[in-house]
């Protein structure tokens, strides 16, 4: 019997990417809230885990930002049909009480995602959030956010160094 393109995906594409990322990880996060000025520099620890056999992983995080604690997760997977990683984004910091919901293309060394974020109160534009997942071996990944703004400019947010624990 023909193995189906996930079973394919799972052993030897996309989501043995994502497979290999489960595990226990600790680094450190940079946080800018203005272009290249370096705002909090702090301690960050997460778990990767499988979520439904594999289909997708949750990253569960906590950090600080200015000494005050967060917690957030990403639920990160691959679309076959649609050859795109795709993921969902909480956190008690940045999101507030909204969901991100982002998509993109793989990259030489993982992916590129873009979401959107905005509220009524800051008028109709909205900004964009782009992610960068980076993997270096098996036991080094970097997770780096741009702020996108409407006009079309990024600037650096955040960036998470994280090695495996």
């Known amino acids: 019997m023909a193995k189906s393109k996930f079973e394919i995906s799972l052993e030897e594409g996309d989501h043995n990417t994502l497979k ?3 595990g226990e990880w600790q680094g450190q ?3 800018w809230f203005e272009k290249d000025v370096l705002a909090d520099e702090s301690l960050t620890s997460g778990k990767i885990t499988s ?4 289909r997708f992983i949750s990253y569960d995080y906590e950090g600080s930002l200015d000494g005050k604690a967060f917690f957030g ?3 990160i997977g691959f679309d076959i049909p649609y050859q795109k990683f795709t993921a969902s984004w909480i956190d008690s910091f ?3 009480t909204q969901i991100m919901l982002s998509s993109g293309d793989a990259t030489e060394k993982g992916f590129s995602i873009l979401g959107t974020y905005g509220s009524p ?3 109709d534009k909205l900004w964009g959030w782009r992610t960068e997942l980076e993997i270096f071996g098996k036991d080094e990944i970097v997770l780096t956010a741009y702020n996108v703004s409407p006009e079309g400019e990024e600037a650096k947010a955040t960036e998470t160094i994280l090695k495996r624990s």
């Open 94 to 96: 940045h999101m507030g």
């Open 73 to 75: 997760k990403m639920i």
């Open 51 to 54: 979520l439904l056999g594999d």
């Open 29 to 31: 996060t940079k946080t």
């Open 20 to 22: 290999n990322l489960i």
């Open 121 to 123: 109160e800051y008028g």
